[in-house]
């Protein structure tokens, strides 16, 4: 615990404008960011007698070990620059709001020639006009299909539609006029798109201008005698009404607002948010989240608008901002908001009729979410601290493992042989810090000797970041000493000595087998750092655990353990689960600890083990099947996806373009005759694989797709 006072900052340094100060950690992780009018006294405020401190504050800034702040010109700016460090940093003891679901929207995607309606969820997309969210994506397929009728918009995949251009028939939906069928040409691109634009006035609540033409048609139909023409308009409006009674009226005054609603006890709070447009309800979500910081109301719902309209533009942000506190600076609050829409927005409380009803009927659903919430967490922190105290008596150490890595190794017969980390934190997987490994120190299958060095590489990387931070130092060797083991850099294997570089392949490996270009989005310890030592971004190796299990018995846990002796680590636990039995093996123990079959440790360990398990398996398989639908044409310096599959398309297959000559291969577009030369080249280089055999039929595959050769 550290003594605010050691990092205490002088009156005089602190500047009285406004400005974002962010607290870090000794690992120098941005543990907390907040904003304030007048920085000197905000952060003073932090330095006072730790008695007059709220008890969460109280924890911050024992935890912080330094202060900083940035000045900015206005409190609006100060707002902007929070919200983006708290999305960057994601600081532990910020308030951050998490959906309890992925929420399902309506979608229009106007990005493309012919627009299509569907079902999104995740982040938003440019150019792509959303409607919601919805509770179930039903409710949305059930409002599209009442809609087809009158907006014939396509609904159909990239794939579906290239098809049926390319047959000239189009889907059932076009034979049963529910699409205009814009696939084989009944309408031109402009017509379609005006459908789709029509289609999204009528989702943003312009609905009486439409219902009022078609029956206006109808009439005109009927009164010529245009009878079948007036059903069929009949029914039209019909579907609309239908679609607008899925959306009850709950403003009479057709207004677009959100409103927004909190519940909160002294540890937690629930939020729920209406989207009204039109005055119906289109869309509600909630979401929950722990107070790990000293906030009141007025403060969650700061913090609430924040990401929400973070990164809305235009009219994602509504005209009316309804809330039950307003924050604390509610005119840069509603400055913020203003730029965010392009127009002017009203950020109140509602005081009377219609708005105040339901407001109420807001805070309701967020109670309800709240009491739903702690009923479900009641339980789960319960079982979650049992499972951990059982681990940590079990294994004998000095206190629950809030940290827990697992590492597993994954092949198939010796090929493709990679590793898995998963982090558990608290009992709750923390996806963000899994990594993946590749094991190039050797060649060939050995479970044992690969842990050994997936072992070592992780926590190398671990000293190497302390070291760089300054809490580490390891001192000079005594003379006639070896050096420490994590400053020696390992001699490469015959097998990892480094060819030339090629043009399109860059520098050769690092001698510690580590591949940057062999990246994910989960990570890799191949990623290159970007040596800023104080950005306060989560490092990829920076913190270590309190436990280390592996998938494996006594050998891979002997192992683990001798990889961690070699780099002077000796404050980690380090266990492992065997298979056969579920039996827990403690390095120099020959018998295994046995958790009983119920267990919460027991259980824990397994969901620990069988996570990293489904990890290292998953990356194994994307490798091997990138390995086989591998090409001679990814050694060709230059060439790229795109004219990769130009050079397909055009000859058909890898075979046929391996007997075009250099002026044949000179026609495709896009491709010189120096390009034309290197394909050729690595095309003759390279022998032609074995044909493919279908076993079911005894047919022998011609090569087609250039997938393989």
């Given amino acids: 615990m550290a003594d605010p006072s050691s990092y205490r900052p002088s009156p005089g340094q602190i500047p009285d404008s406004p400005g974002v100060y962010k607290f870090r950690d000794e690992h120098r992780r941005v543990i907390y960011v907040g904003k304030a009018k007048n920085l000197r006294q905000r952060v003073a ?7 007059h401190l709220h008890p969460r504050t109280r924890t911050m800034v024992t935890t912080a070990a330094s202060v900083e702040w940035t000045v900015v010109s206005t409190e609006v700016e100060a707002l902007q620059l929070e919200y983006t460090w708290i999305k960057e940093f994601d600081p532990r003891f910020n ?34 006009r959303y409607f919601g969210p919805y509770g179930h994506a039903w409710a949305i397929r059930e409002t599209v299909d009442l809609m087809l009728r009158v907006f014939p918009v396509r609904t159909c995949s990239a794939g579906v539609f290239k098809n049926a251009a390319r047959t000239g028939r189009p889907c059932l939906l076009g034979y049963i006029d529910k699409c205009s069928a814009p696939c084989v040409g009944r309408v031109t691109p402009e017509e379609h798109r005006e459908l789709a634009e029509d289609f999204c006035d009528f989702m943003a609540g312009r609905t009486g201008t439409y219902i009022r033409r078609l029956e206006k048609d109808m009439m005109q139909a009927a009164e010529e005698m245009e009878y079948e023409r007036a059903a069929r308009l009949r029914d039209d409006a019909g579907a609309l009404k239908r679609a607008m009674e899925k959306s009850a009226v709950v403003l009479a005054d057709a207004t677009d607002a959100d409103l927004i609603a909190v519940a909160e006890d002294e540890l937690e709070a629930a939020l729920q948010i209406f989207h009204v447009r039109g005055g119906r309800v289109r869309g509600q979500r909630g979401w929950v989240t722990d107070k790990v910081e000293a906030v009141d109301t007025a403060g969650l719902v700061e913090h609430a608008l924040q990401q929400l309209y973070g990164e809305e533009r235009g009219d994602a942000v509504p005209k009316e901002v309804l809330v039950p506190a307003l924050p604390e600076d509610t005119e840069a609050v509603s400055q913020w908001l203003a730029e965010r829409r392009g127009a002017q927005v009203s950020l109140r409380i509602p005081q009377r009729g219609d708005k105040k009803d339901l407001m109420t009927t807001v805070q309701r659903n967020a109670q309800q979410a709240l009491g739903l919430h702690k009923t479900k967490r009641a339980s789960d922190l319960t079982t979650r601290s049992r499972a951990l105290e059982e681990i ?20 198939l017969q010796g090929d493709d042989v990679v590793a898995s980390m998963v982090v558990f934190e608290d009992g709750l997987a923390r996806k963000s810090e899994y990594r993946r490994f590749q094991i190039k120190g050797f060649e060939g299958q050995d479970d044992v000797r690969s842990m050994h060095e997936v072992i070592g590489r992780r926590f190398k990387r671990y000293l190497q970041e302390k070291e760089r931070t ?18 020696v850099p390992p001699a490469p294997h015959p097998a990892q000595v480094p060819p030339a570089p090629h ?24 990623r290159e750092d970007d040596g800023r030592e104080d950005d306060g971004r989560p490092k990829r190796f920076a913190y270590p655990p309190q436990l280390v299990v592996v998938d494996g018995g006594q050998p891979q846990v002997a192992a683990a353990r001798r990889a961690l002796d070699e780099l002077g680590i000796d404050d980690i636990a380090v266990c492992g689960l065997a298979k056969r039995l ?128």
């Fill in 45 to 51: 405020s932090y330095f006072q007698d730790l008695a």
């Fill in 95 to 128: 308030v951050k709001y998490r959906d309890d679901k992925s929420y399902p929207y309506l979608a229009v995607t106007l990005n493309e020639e012919f627009p299509r309606v569907q079902v999104m969820r995740g982040a938003k997309k440019k150019g792509v």
């Fill in 392 to 411: 940590a008596e079990a294994l004998g150490l000095d206190a629950a493992p809030l940290r827990i890595e697992c590492y597993d190794i994954s092949h």
């Fill in 470 to 487: 300054g809490e580490w130092e390891q001192p000079p060797p005594a003379s006639g000493e070896a050096p420490h083991p994590a400053q």
């Fill in 503 to 526: 043009p399109a392949q860059g520098a050769p490996l690092p001698a510690d087998g580590t591949d940057p270009r062999d990246t994910d989005p989960r990570g890799d310890d191949g």
């Fill in 582 to 709: 579920e039996e827990v093996w403690l390095p120099d123990d020959d018998d295994p600890v046995v958790l009983p079959r119920s267990s919460e440790g027991l259980y824990l360990l397994q969901r620990v083990r069988d996570e990293a398990h489904r990890f290292a398996i998953t990356y194994q398989r994307s490798k091997r099947a990138k390995r086989i639908r591998s090409s001679p044409l990814d050694d060709v310096a230059g060439l790229g996806e795109t004219r990769k599959q130009a050079l397909i398309k055009h000859f058909g297959s890898v075979k046929k373009l391996r007997q075009a000559t250099i002026e044949e291969i000179c026609k495709v577009p896009g491709i010189g005759r120096r390009t034309a030369e290197s394909v050729a080249a690595a095309l003759a280089s390279a022998a032609p694989a074995a044909p493919a055999v279908n076993t079911a039929t005894g047919e022998i595959m011609e090569e087609d797709d250039g997938g393989t050769s």
